[in-house]
């Protein structure tokens, strides 16, 4: 019988002090994409495309992202790939948290403009959140966004993206 207490104090230990590493490395981490790596982690994050939309966030809550197409096509979370459309949302985070991002692309995109937002469905927790949003072209990094959402239900819209 002492051994079977010796067993569960073991793993007691070693429960206390895996929680204790979980909170030393949160107390380190950012509460927004950070500056340095946001491009970086929108690149290795789904599909390029020729046309590419990005959304980074780093609490808790269910941001979505939102593009309409020249043509009226609505891609998000509930129409990931519109038929007739090229785009598709590739990535839908719907907890939040570190490292949260939501990503549309398209491989051959239709000439003229898209219009961009971002709509804060729900808090799961959450309070404000500061969000990023990069928009790449043929490649290239074209626009970078930040807006902080304050509560949920809040839609924010950002400058259409023009593609010629």
């Known amino acids: 019988m002492k051994w079977l207490r010796f067993v569960f104090g073991s793993v007691y230990v070693v429960l206390i002090l895996l929680l204790m590493l979980l909170m030393l490395r949160q ?28 959304l980074l966030w780093d609490r808790p809550g269910d941001v979505d992202l939102h593009v309409v197409e020249p043509s009226g096509k609505h891609i998000y979370f509930q129409n990931k790939h519109p038929f007739g459309s090229y785009g598709r949302l590739d990535f839908d985070n719907i907890p939040g948290g570190p490292g949260a ?17 971002i709509h804060y469905f729900s808090a799961n927790g959450g309070g404000e959140i ?35």
């Open 27 to 54: 107390c380190g981490r950012q509460d927004a994409p950070r500056e340095d790596n946001a491009e970086e982690q929108a690149r290795r994050t789904g599909g390029m495309g020729n046309l590419k939309v990005t």
């Open 130 to 164: 500061p969000c990023k949003v990069l928009v790449f072209k043929e490649g290239e990094l074209a626009h970078e966004y930040t807006h902080t959402l304050r509560v949920a239900g809040e839609r924010h819209d950002f400058p259409d993206i023009v593609v010629e």
């Open 101 to 117: 991002v939501e990503n549309i692309f398209w491989n051959y995109p239709s000439q003229g403009a898209y219009k961009l937002y």
